[in-house]
């Protein structure tokens, strides 16, 4: 079964600096999807960035970029200039591209990122 | 507006008592799920479904029915809801297994 781990349970960044999210994946996969999600406290659950796995490119979607290695299994979420509605809980999450694990959505367990202003 | 309605999105009950969270979507999606949310376990699939009805067990299935008589309904029964079925639950749709998911607003589901 796919795992996806978050290490970082809590962080915290000055508002307008950079900071980065891990998230570490495992699978026996060769093509997949991986994303992050962004909870704020209205609790909606707000795709932040989607990643193929067979792009080498990494995705980037204005102030969010990813840093995708393959090898490492290894796809963490950069957000330059942090602003205050950033924060929210951030959650990395695997879909499998094909088979039984391609109807599901591995969630890992969360990061909760504070943003000092 | 392209949408995942979930209701209620609050509820409280007691053990035992029945109950049905909605959920539909106008997106003519084909595949919907449904999860649940944990502090410290992040969400888990508990059934999805990827037509009319066909549904499938997610993760963590026990406790819980669905049905899917119609594409753009999919609701969530515990016949009998017990204290460890508090949780946050969503609702989540998409075009196929390999498009983006749209999420619903979320129920917070308190059983006591």
């Known amino acids: 079964a796919q795992t996806v781990t978050q290490s970082q349970p809590e962080m915290s960044v000055q508002e307008a600096e950079t900071v980065t999210l891990s998230c570490t994946y495992d699978?026996?996969?060769?093509?997949?999807?991986l994303f992050w999600y962004k909870q704020p406290p209205s609790r909606q659950m707000i795709l932040v960035i989607r990643q193929e796995a067979y792009k080498q490119q990494n995705a980037t979607e204005n102030r969010f970029s990813v840093n995708f290695q393959k090898a490492a299994k290894s796809f963490s979420l950069k957000i330059s200039d942090s602003q205050l509605g950033d924060a929210a809980m951030y959650f990395c999450?695997?879909?499998?591209?094909?088979?039984?694990?391609?109807?599901?959505?591995?969630f890992g367990k969360g990061t909760k990122l504070s943003v000092i202003p | 507006e392209a949408q995942v309605t979930q209701n209620p999105r609050y509820l409280i009950t007691v053990t035992g008592k029945k109950l049905t969270v909605t959920c539909s979507q106008n997106m003519n999606h084909e595949y919907m799920s449904w999860y649940r949310q944990d502090p410290g376990l992040g969400l888990r699939q508990i059934y999805y479904?990827?037509?009319?009805?066909?549904?499938d067990k997610g993760d963590v299935p026990e406790g819980y029915k669905v049905s899917r008589k119609e594409k753009r309904n999919f609701p969530l029964i515990l016949e009998s809801p017990s204290p460890n079925q508090t949780s946050l639950y969503f609702c989540?749709?998409?075009?196929?297994?390999?498009?983006?998911?749209?999420f619903g607003n979320g129920t917070r589901l308190t059983v006591t």
């Open positions: 989540a749709s998409s075009l196929d297994r390999n498009s983006p998911l749209h």
């Open positions: 479904s990827m037509n009319v009805e066909v549904t």
């Open positions: 699978t026996s996969e060769s093509d997949y999807y």
């Open positions: 999450a695997y879909r499998a591209t094909y088979g039984a694990g391609s109807y599901q959505l591995t």
